[in-house]
């Protein structure tokens, strides 16, 4: 116990004297939060529109006004035909132009009648999409605000109450992200990149003749990542809770316990990427490719499960990150207890066990 | 500066903080002769050597290496000197052949001349049936040699060899000082530093460092005169015994 | 320039002696390609509705029938109690509850009005609000057609519309995949690029084969342009390769000429890679340079403008996206690939560029230092 000991303080060493390591460690959940949390919303906003108005007139002037004071759009260019429209989009600065042709406002004051054109760039389908749902929403008030008001016979209304996030904030669909995502990278990368470094620097040999069992050795390489990645989880609770005001509506105490048996299940994940791999480039490669990515693509975070096609919702299943991902919404902001993540938990510790023990197998074929 | 001088140095020294590593040295290195440069670990040799190839900038102090200004031309330097460091540093993913047509290239030489001189050195050091071998796959005593053969590859003025024979049995580096001495006697000066006292005895002058300065610089059989000792190995004793410095 | 060939002639060897990463950096377009497109879909479909239904009477059922028909939703619990309902959706096993209250048809042909109850798992904010939107509009069409039924057509016509009609040019059937695929090559792209040019000159500083190559002659552009110059052709191949997979298995095939498209490759990858060695020479050991490029990497991906718009992005952000070069290269790839735009299009774009390769480059060269 006291050669393991030993060992873990050597690895701490090794940590703490890197200060731009520890830097960035330490520092990522931080630019993570900042960045979901402030520069990324999926609600478009400001998007830069051109106007084709072939009609010129009173009413078109305060239909344009209307799009213009909206938060939505931001009205680029002012285009003369219709050969400009391919010629805007193709400079990539406009996203949607809007043409009102001829006579609108004739025909809308003798015939009730009169139409508009959107056409959107949909080169980004969700951009596009949006911005036309935006469009014809202020077109419809604005029709609205000309008849007066008036209410429609038989008329069903409809009552939305949003459920556990009444101001939708996006934040708290990404804070268990992050959490997934940054326990994944300290532990699992950080992890297979230091035990394959003494490989590859030949000092692995000289730890492996010291009396010390050499699955403590690699265990004691992991224990400072569980430490980091606690302080990790931390940071990302606190920002959270002070600065992006997601509250812990469950217990921190079960959240903190989940957490850590992530911790776990992503050590044992990086120490078998780092009994196979014979180099750092390849050791992060691996990372990269098979975990980081489907942690991103696959947890559930980023894109919604339910919309992929079956091999990849039955694939998603073995991403550690979609089960602790769907823990953390379910602890923290639903705020429900053990009883409901049953499942979850039994599926991780499944993979603790699996990782672990196929770890510990190739370390053995390996040493012996 | 004179010409026959491979090397002068004058108050060089080379500070880390409030650390100085090498205190105010000096020395000339003749043309031709085999410099052995003595200490213990952490007495500065390798700190000193890394100014003179041009890869430590001296904090003050003059230096010359082949006539040429350590601080303005370092880079002309280079074109004249070879050297081989206390890490193994050749390719290890590369071929025999291909490290040294690598770094016969990397020094201008014409592809006529790199061939010739790469089956010249096959030739010596019995390499041929390797000469396609991954440089990793050969045992530690020919990879030295490799090393020196591709120090002096492109036949420079002077060698600098940072414990060339560290971690090698006694037969390979009395294979290796015969390599020295041949490349000695085609012209080539010859800079050693090393911590085998019997090495010490084949070299032409010696100079040992002590805590960053030279305590002693002469040829070895005046030096074991001057401490009347009977051996390099005791001369160094008495010197290094004063040493404040702990050996790392 | 004669140095310069041998230096390169000893990256290429030892890459290619390396047959794990070689591998790898020809698996990864590949299996990304093959993968993540399908995965990226924005497009809300499946969302799982419970209903409690209090009504029982003939609109509750066609509401409940219209509702399910459309493909959006899929009907997952059939109840009248809404406790029962919500704990559905505390267990995850529904996204959204439809409450129709128990007098919603009388209340609708007696008193004009009636008014129906959505509950929906907000979490997921972008799910909430598409999918809200989704069933108010099935809704509004019941709607009309309840009015159809009751009113007389001419006496409800004089109402004034503005007809909206619209269009989505580039892209008329909304594939994602014509949208994320491009995207997806950027980020490949980058991430090889940027990676294995950081790691490549702080391994030679591990090794310790730099001091080798600081004792001689060569000169630190040749040297850092032989590191650069056989990544920059990878980079080249990783890209064909995924324009063949694009074309193969998605059937997008550019609008615009692959002139630009490579003309446009070329300077980037030459940006990146600048950024990858500059990391390199400030990294002392492999490990920090990868955890280094790896955190660049990450904030240049998220705000390259894949994930979400970068117009609505705050000004802070924005102005981060101008040093960004991946948020060039999407934009690039997207205007080339779907609108056919040439080079005088991105003009501007290829200036910025050179911009990026040059000032990364000179600074990675600077930085790199033979002597300490």
């Known amino acids: 116990m006291k050669q393991f000991l030993s060992f873990v303080k050597k690895e701490f060493f090794h940590i703490f004297r890197d200060k731009r390591t520890l830097f960035i460690l330490l520092g990522m959940p931080i630019a993570q939060i900042i960045i979901f949390g402030f520069a990324l919303t999926n609600e478009v906003k400001n998007a830069k529109i051109a106007i084709l108005d072939h009609s010129k007139d009173a009413s078109t002037a305060s239909l344009i006004t209307e799009i213009e004071s909206s938060r939505y759009f931001e009205i680029a260019e002012s285009l003369h035909s219709d050969a400009d429209i391919q010629t805007a989009f193709h400079k990539g600065i406009v996203k949607m132009v809007m043409v009102l042709p001829s006579n609108f406002g004739n025909n809308l004051k003798h015939f009730n009648k009169a139409q508009v054109q959107l056409i959107a760039d949909a080169s980004d389908p969700n951009v596009a999409n949006q911005l036309v749902n935006y469009a014809s929403a202020i077109i419809r008030d604005y029709q609205k605000r000309i008849t007066n008001n008036r209410q429609l016979p038989y008329t069903i209304n409809t009552e939305i109450r949003m459920l556990y996030n009444p101001q939708m904030k996006g934040s708290y669909n990404f804070v268990p992200g992050v959490m997934a995502m940054v326990l994944l990278l300290v532990c699992t990368m950080m992890t297979a990149i230091t035990i394959v470094k003494e490989k590859e620097t030949g000092t692995m040999e000289i730890l492996l003749v010291s009396p010390v069992k050499p699955m403590r050795i690699v265990i004691a390489k992991a224990i400072p990542y569980l430490l980091l990645s606690t302080i990790n989880i931390f940071t990302i609770l606190l920002l959270s809770v002070f600065v992006l005001e997601v509250p812990i509506n469950g217990s921190l105490i079960l959240l903190l316990a989940v957490s850590i048996l992530f911790i776990l299940v992503s050590l044992s994940l990086g120490l078998l990427i780092s009994a196979g791999a014979d180099t750092q480039q390849t050791a992060m490669f691996i990372s990269l490719i098979a975990l980081f990515l489907p942690t991103v693509m696959l947890s559930g975070f980023m894109f919604p499960i339910e919309n992929m096609p079956t091999p990849l919702r039955v694939v998603s299943n073995i991403v550690p990150a979609k089960w602790y991902y769907n823990i953390v919404k379910t602890v923290m902001i639903k705020g429900l207890g053990v009883t409901a993540i049953w499942k979850e938990l039994l599926i991780l510790s499944g993979m603790l066990m699996f990782f672990l023990s196929l770890a510990i197998k190739k370390f053995k074929i390996r040493l012996a | 500066m004179s010409e026959q001088k491979a090397i002068t140095t004058n108050k060089l020294t080379k500070k880390f903080g409030d650390f100085t590593a090498v205190d105010e040295i000096s020395f000339e290195v003749n043309k031709g002769e085999i410099f052995g440069f003595l200490g213990a670990n952490g007495a500065g040799k390798t700190t000193a050597m890394r100014m003179l190839c041009g890869l430590s900038l001296p904090t003050s102090g003059e230096a010359t290496v082949a006539g040429l200004n350590v601080y303005k031309e370092n880079e002309k330097i280079k074109r004249s000197i070879g050297y081989m460091s206390q890490k193994f540093s050749l390719y290890d993913d590369l071929t025999v052949k291909e490290n040294m047509r690598f770094y016969g290239g990397i020094y201008g030489k014409s592809n006529a001349f790199i061939k010739q001189k790469t089956a010249y050195i096959l030739d010596h050091l019995h390499l041929e049936k390797e000469a396609n071998v991954l440089v990793k796959s050969l045992p530690l005593g020919w990879k030295q040699k490799l090393a020196f053969s591709v120090a002096v590859f492109h036949a420079p003025e002077i060698v600098f060899l940072d414990e060339p024979t560290g971690g090698v049995d006694p037969v390979t580096r009395r294979e290796f000082w015969n390599m020295i001495y041949v490349a000695a006697a085609g012209g080539t000066t010859v800079f050693v530093t090393t911590h085998y006292m019997d090495e010490a005895e084949y070299c032409d002058r010696v100079s040992i460092m002590v805590d960053g300065r030279i305590d002693a610089l002469d040829t070895p059989i005046r030096l074991k005169e001057k401490f009347n000792a009977a051996s390099m190995d005791e001369v160094f004793l008495k010197l290094a015994r004063k040493a404040a410095r702990a050996a790392d | ?372």
């Open chain 3, 1 to 372: 320039m004669r140095t310069l060939k041998f230096l390169l002639q000893k990256e290429f060897r030892q890459i290619f002696r390396d047959p794990s990463i070689i591998r790898l950096i020809f698996m990864m377009p590949v299996i990304q390609l093959l993968i993540l497109p399908w995965a990226a879909d924005y497009e809300i479909k499946n969302i799982k509705l419970s209903v409690v239904d209090k009504d029982h009477s003939d609109y509750s059922r066609q509401l409940i029938a219209q509702v399910t028909s459309t493909g959006y939703f899929q009907l997952a619990v059939y109840t009248n109690s809404y406790p029962e309902a919500l704990e559905q959706v505390e267990s995850g096993n529904a996204d959204l509850i439809l409450e129709i209250p128990s007098s919603f048809e009388k209340e609708l042909i007696k008193e004009d009005e009636s008014t129906l109850f959505l509950a929906m798992n907000a979490i997921d904010g972008v799910k909430a609000n598409l999918g809200s939107a989704y069933l108010q509009s099935i809704i509004q069409d019941f709607n009309k057609e309840v009015r159809i039924e009751w009113i007389q057509f001419p006496r409800f016509s004089p109402e004034t519309q503005i007809e909206i009609t619209s269009s989505n040019w580039f892209n008329p059937l909304m594939n994602y995949k014509y949208f994320m695929v491009p995207g997806i090559l950027v980020i490949l792209l980058t991430m090889i690029g940027t990676n294995l040019s950081s790691i490549n000159i702080v391994r030679e500083k591990e090794i310790g084969t730099i001091e080798q190559i600081n004792v001689t002659p060569v000169k630190k552009f040749h040297f850092i342009l032989g590191k650069l110059l056989p990544f920059w052709l990878i980079g080249l191949v990783v890209l064909t390769i995924g324009l063949f997979i694009s074309w193969a298995a998605y059937g997008i095939v550019p609008v615009g000429s692959f002139i630009t498209i490579y003309a446009f490759a070329a300077l980037y990858l030459f940006a990146v890679l600048g950024l990858g060695l500059l990391i390199s020479t400030y990294a002392q050991t492999q490990q920090q340079a990868m955890l280094l490029s790896f955190f660049i990497m990450m904030v240049f991906i998220l705000l390259g403008g894949l994930y979400t718009s970068i117009d609505s992005m705050p000004d802070w952000a924005k102005w981060v996206t101008r040093f960004n070069p991946v948020s060039y290269f999407i934009e690039v790839m997207r205007m080339v690939v779907l609108k056919g735009s040439g080079l005088i299009d991105i003009k501007r774009h290829l200036l910025i560029m050179f911009g990026f390769a040059v000032v990364l480059n000179s600074w990675a060269i600077i930085n790199y230092r033979k002597r300490s």
